[in-house]
């Protein structure tokens, strides 16, 4: 598993992503208005350290993690159906939780 920062042209891929992993959940609460979502989603990566989650040389996910004033926190992640449930998500927390910890340490 590799994660970097999200490059240009990326958006398009990762916004896939975000459609198939939450389309039924949005959709069963507020209903899916797909430019919304897309405009959403611009905000989100512009508000946050978005990067990407490639295995095999194939982006499968995604993680966006956020800091201001109040701290640092994870705003969002997603995986591709595929790759769920094999502990990657378990994985990406856990550096997260590493990162802070060296930062909180200082």
């Given at each position: 598993?590799?994660?970097?920062?999200?490059?240009?042209?990326?958006?398009?891929?990762?916004?896939?992503?975000?459609?198939?992993?939450?389309?039924?959940?949005?959709?069963?609460?507020?209903?899916?208005?797909?430019?919304?979502?897309?405009?959403?989603?611009?905000?989100?990566?512009?508000?946050?350290?978005?990067?990407?989650?490639?295995?095999?040389?194939?982006?499968?996910?995604?993680?966006?993690?956020?800091?201001?004033?109040?701290?640092?926190?994870?705003?969002?992640?997603?995986?591709?159906?595929?790759?769920?449930?094999?502990?990657?998500?378990?994985?990406?927390?856990?550096?997260?939780?590493?990162?802070?910890?060296?930062v909180a340490c200082r």
């Open positions: 598993m590799n994660i970097r920062p999200i490059g240009d042209g990326e958006e398009g891929i990762l916004f896939e992503i975000h459609r198939a992993v939450f389309y039924s959940h949005i959709e069963q609460i507020w209903g899916w208005d797909e430019d919304w979502q897309k405009a959403n989603f611009a905000r989100e990566i512009e508000s946050s350290a978005t990067s990407v989650v490639i295995i095999d040389g194939l982006i499968v996910g995604y993680v966006q993690v956020c800091e201001d004033d109040r701290g640092i926190y994870l705003q969002n992640i997603a995986l591709s159906g595929d790759y769920q449930r094999k502990g990657i998500g378990t994985r990406l927390i856990q550096q997260l939780q590493k990162r802070l910890l060296s």
